[in-house]
């Protein structure tokens, strides 16, 4: 459903240049530095299929929050394609993206960015007024989502109310108001406390095994991605190092770094660890 060939993002006034050369072999720190350049997405090479839940995870910098911005382009890439059922989405005018976004494609942020003085309903039925849905059926709609969430009769209230793991509930159900096919996450989840982010992805892995949105989920959080993910993808520095089951990742490392990853969490690989980066690209 939705495929990224050979995606690269640069960020730096000399983009083009970079990439140039990133393509030969991926630059040092001190050439990226010379042109005022970061390497966001090398060459991202991925497909994720109809009703799939992919998690994208890595450490901070890796590129995680970049690749998934650029499936629904709230960044323009600086090379590769994005298709989306076949349809290259970095061909469409201005027109055909706003109306790709708000049909087919449902974000959510760490951030949940709620309106303080709308009601918590008409925050979650907010995609739907702007699309010229009338009032008693985006109402409705919204109840029900609320209701997916597990915050029935909660839709006269005020998000100010709300705790933080209540109000990213409004978001996601904010995010699916439209019945968009594809969800994209970034770190929904990773703000709220260890107890209330295992309820909330509990609940989300009923509602997403109920609803089969295609999914890409980032985290940084290995147990959350071995928890809900169907596949999970490893990155480093801007490229992917390894994409596959979370079992086919513990038992079938790509690499020594993709071992380490697993060793943060895994017994079995835990007297290899050894430390890994603190953050990429620094
Ligand atoms: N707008 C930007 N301008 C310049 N560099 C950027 C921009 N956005 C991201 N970067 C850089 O691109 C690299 C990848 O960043 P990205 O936010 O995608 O990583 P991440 O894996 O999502 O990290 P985190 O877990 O901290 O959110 C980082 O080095 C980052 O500093």
């Known amino acids: 459903m939705i495929e990224l060939e050979d995606l690269w993002k640069v960020f730096g006034t000399d983009e083009q240049a970079v990439l140039r050369e990133a393509r030969r072999s991926l630059p040092d720190q001190e050439i990226l530095k010379r042109h005022r350049a970061v390497i966001g997405v090398a060459g991202a090479q991925l497909s994720v299929g109809h009703g799939e839940l992919l998690c994208i995870m890595g450490l901070s910098g ?7 911005r650029l499936i629904n382009r709230l960044l323009e890439p600086s090379a590769g394609r994005v298709r989306i059922d076949g349809q290259d989405i970095i ?3 201005n027109k055909a993206l706003r109306e790709l976004r708000s049909t087919r494609i449902g ?3 760490q951030s949940h960015a709620l309106i303080d003085h709308l ?3 008409d925050n979650v039925a907010l995609p739907l007024e702007i699309r010229g849905v009338a009032r008693t059926q985006r109402e409705d709609r919204a109840d029900e989502l609320l209701a997916h969430v597990g915050l029935t009769g909660l839709g006269d209230g005020r998000v100010r109310a709300l705790s933080g793991g209540m109000q990213q509930r409004v978001g996601l159900a904010r995010a699916l108001a439209a019945d968009p096919d594809i969800l994209l996450m970034d770190e929904p989840f990773s703000a709220l406390d260890p107890l209330i982010r295992h309820d909330l992805q509990t609940q989300f892995m009923a509602l997403s095994a109920d609803l089969r949105k295609t999914t890409v989920f980032v985290t940084h959080d290995v147990e959350e991605a071995f928890r809900i993910a169907d596949r999970v993808v490893l990155m480093r520095a801007g490229r992917i190092v390894q994409i596959g089951t979370p079992q086919q990742l513990l038992d079938q490392p790509a690499d020594d770094y993709v071992a380490r990853f697993m060793g943060h969490t895994n017994p079995a690989y835990r007297e290899k660890k050894q430390p890994l980066e603190a953050r990429e690209n620094a």
């Not at 890796?62 to 998934?68: A, F, H, N």
């Open 119 to 121: 009601s918590i309903r």
């Open 91 to 93: 061909q469409l005018g």
């Open 62 to 68: 890796s590129g995680k929050s970049t690749l998934v």
């Open 107 to 109: 974000m959510v942020f």
